[in-house]
């Protein structure tokens, strides 16, 4: 994909979602937007499912997914200072890649 850097003045934040995602890739390589599709969807399944199951994503020059086991504690409302159970959970977390971290600081 061609990669343009754009400026944005200072307190300006954009975001990419998934269907200007699929079309940025039709464009780049010429797909139909279907095809794009099937691209993308495919590649955050692939993910999603090797997460599931507890295996770590790494994608050299990106970035690694891998999912973090939270225990159980408990906590507090802060509106009302009642006592919570706050229970286990697993979270999806990303940590980006070396190259990544120097593209974005160039």
Do not use: C, W
């Not at 400026?7 to 079309?23: A, D, G, H, V, Y």
């Not at 464009?27 to 691209?39: E, F, G, P």
């Not at 939270?70 to 706050?86: L, M, S, W």
């Amino acid at each position: 994909m061609v990669t343009q850097r754009h400026e944005l003045p200072n307190n300006t934040e954009r975001s990419m979602n998934k269907s200007e995602l699929i079309k940025a890739l039709a464009d780049d390589k010429k797909l139909h937007i279907d095809d794009a599709t099937k691209v993308v969807s495919a590649f955050f399944d692939s993910i999603k499912d090797a997460l599931v199951v507890g295996d770590r994503v790494e994608i050299r020059g990106f970035g690694s997914f891998k999912v973090k086991d939270y225990e159980g504690y408990t906590g507090r409302n802060p509106k009302t200072g009642t006592v919570v159970e706050v229970h286990p959970k697993r979270l999806p977390f990303f940590r980006p890649g070396k190259e990544l971290k120097e593209f974005i600081n160039d």
